[in-house]
């Protein structure tokens, strides 16, 4: 049985190519852990180790409610291993087995869409997205694993030698089967893949060889979906398109579309499908934009085309207020198609109440004053969803939600704004204004050493600024602190090195080079976890001391032990033993120091191994402060 110091296996979870994934405990904080184990026999090939430690590295950087997350790495003789979260569900789809109903895939691919998302902009494609690489937790919702292949999406290096494919061939995108380069749009391929078998129990393209399974993906039409799912075949066409150019562009686009649908379902504009539990729904709500419902007939990947002719009416006599009324009736135009009803008569009350009002304002020639003072003319209008979305999109911004994947940001908010009304003023403001806080929140982010987070910030703040002095000055900083995590990388691979070795202390012992990479990269998480390592390596030698009766090295150990980590859990235990032990050693240099002056007071002074002189010096070795026995000898050397 493997064994794996710090862990205590349960049972064998999966068994992959490369790895074997166990349950098991790990006993420092007594929780539940995948333990994914690399094969030994692997090891004759350093790709191996590489994307081993690879996708530790990268998980570790990935915070994100739908990826799942990684508590500690290691090596252990022979052993690569990877402790993470344990999710009971297990893959969404087992093999061979039924269609899963509409309202569970079209969640767990909006929510494995988020994750994509994410990792996008972190900078990263996962590029092996399938249902095994899905599990679920106990309440159902989904989260990514596995970033054994992932790449940066600016990565110049390779597995494999240029050219060659790696992913698993039913999954894989058009430009992945051809070896080219890819972003984020090939993990929404995959996806839709995904989705695909999640509705029809299969996937899309299947044949007896990888080879041709590949060609399938590059020439083969997209399939099409059952009669009874044929409602959702825009958003398979959007995700499995063949050019990357035509697909849902990141993976924000893609959950908006699917909870569009979700809440056309919900709101039972979309018989036949099944309805989702509320819990789905409310989180559906929070992902899309509440733009309109998304039309049945005709949704796009590119989330509110709508009726572009709508949009760019340009007469000067009302400025954005004409934009404002066919905003709003291309909102009306769209729900109708969703429900195939007619425009209720209330709301064609209000339209022509608008229309009469506009038309009033012209004829008493009050067209330029109507222009000039168009915010106000504005507030009379109803409540429109479009004047919904600029608050919301102002109260987030106000709380300091600037951006996210869930469609509740301040940033996605004032672009639905802006895609309802380009030349709104306050859309743009508050887009200018988005981008200023990235702008803040990424120069936070630096003093905290938090690359990550920085450089997300300073990418979202250069697309919504355009660039600018500011931008570049942050950029900079960020390639410097970026240097910083190579040194810090660096010193991770010299701390291993020292703890397989056994070095745990010393300048060139594992925690002080572990130290060394947490303060050039204050959130390396493998940093961290080499720490908790190597004291767990001290706190077994400091109970190694106590089993060979040896307080005074149990109590540098444990001395130790409170000087690196002054939190760690087992200390306060270790502690009350050496309590135990240095009471018990008290008392046996109390009963020999009695023995030694009964000796010396009956004449046996020297000699005999048990005379007044070696009792005195076997308490010394002992204590070497204790007075009684350097009293002692001074009255044996007298006598």
Known sequence: MI????????????????????????????????????????LVDPNFGERFLREAKIAARLHHRHVVGIHD??????????????????????????????????????????????????????????????LLRDDGSAALTDFGIARANDSATRMTRTGAVVGTPHYMSPEQARGRQLDGRADLYSLGVVLYEMLVGRVPYHAEDSLA???????????????????????????????????FQTGNDAAIAIARYERAIANGELPGLDAAPEQTLQDARSAETRVSPLPAADPSPRPLAGDGHARHRSDPSMGRLDQILAATDDHIMRASRVSQRAIKPARRKIGSRIALLVLLLAIAGGGFMAWK?????????PNTELNDILA???????TGQLDGSEGSSARELFQVARSLDQDNDIARRGMRAVGEKLLARA???????????ARQSAAAARELLGGGAAVEDIEKSIAALD?????????????QAAFDAGRLLGDDGAVALYQRALASDTGNSLARAGISRSVDALAEQAKAAFAAGDPGTAATRVEDIARILPGYPALPDLRAELGKQREAASVALGKDLDRAEAQLRAGRIAGAADSAQALFESVLQRD?????????????AQG
């Open 3 to 42: 064994e794996i110091p710090g862990y205590r296996l349960l049972r064998q979870l999966g068994r992959g190519g490369m790895a074997t994934v166990y349950l098991a405990v790990q006993e420092s904080v007594d929780r539940e852990v995948a333990l994914k184990i690399m094969s030994p026999a692997l």
């Open 73 to 134: 790495v290691g090596r252990c003789g022979d052993y690569h291993y990877m402790a993470m979260e344990y999710l009971a569900g297990g893959p969404v789809l087992s093999k061979n087995g039924p269609p899963r109903p509409v309202s569970f895939a079209l969640r767990v691919t909006r929510e494995i869409a988020g994750a994509i998302n994410y990792a996008q902009q972190k900078g990263f494609i996962h590029r092996d997205i399938k249902p095994d690489n899905i």
């Open 213 to 247: 399974v590949g060609i399938m993906h590059i020439t083969q039409p997209v399939p099409k979906l059952p009669e009874s799912l044929a409602v959702l075949q825009p958003l398979v066409d959007g995700l499995l398109a063949k050019e990357p150019h035509d697909r």
């Open 373 to 381: 003072h168009q915010d106000r003319l504005r507030a009379m209008l």
């Open 392 to 398: 919301r999109a102002q109260k987030a911004l106000d």
């Open 443 to 453: 120069h936070d982010a630096l003093k905290r050493n938090d690359a990550g987070l």
């Open 483 to 495: 240097a910083r995590g190579t040194e810090a990388e660096t010193l991770l691979g010299k701390a």
């Open 624 to 636: 070497a402060a204790n007075a009684r026995a350097r009293a002692g000898l001074r009255r044996v």
